[in-house]
């Protein structure tokens, strides 16, 4: 999960902006970057729970 959160910060914005903000909150690359991998896990976990299909959420624009 370490690595997939490393490669989906350049593929998915939204994954991008949650790494960003706990970086600019004080976490290292690594605490941050775990802090994504957990995330992810908790949505994959949801998805198998609900039996739902993952929906990638939209940048709002301005």
Do not use: E, W
């Not at 706990?22 to 998805?47: D, E, F, N, P, W």
């Amino acid at each position: 999960m370490f690595l997939s959160a490393f490669a989906c910060m350049n593929a998915d914005p939204a994954s991008r902006t949650y790494y960003d903000k706990h970086r600019a909150g004080g976490k290292t690359h690594t605490q941050a970057l775990l802090r994504l991998a957990r995330q992810r896990i908790s949505v994959l976990y949801a998805m198998l729970r609900d039996g739902t299909l993952y929906q990638p959420t939209r940048p709002h624009t301005a």
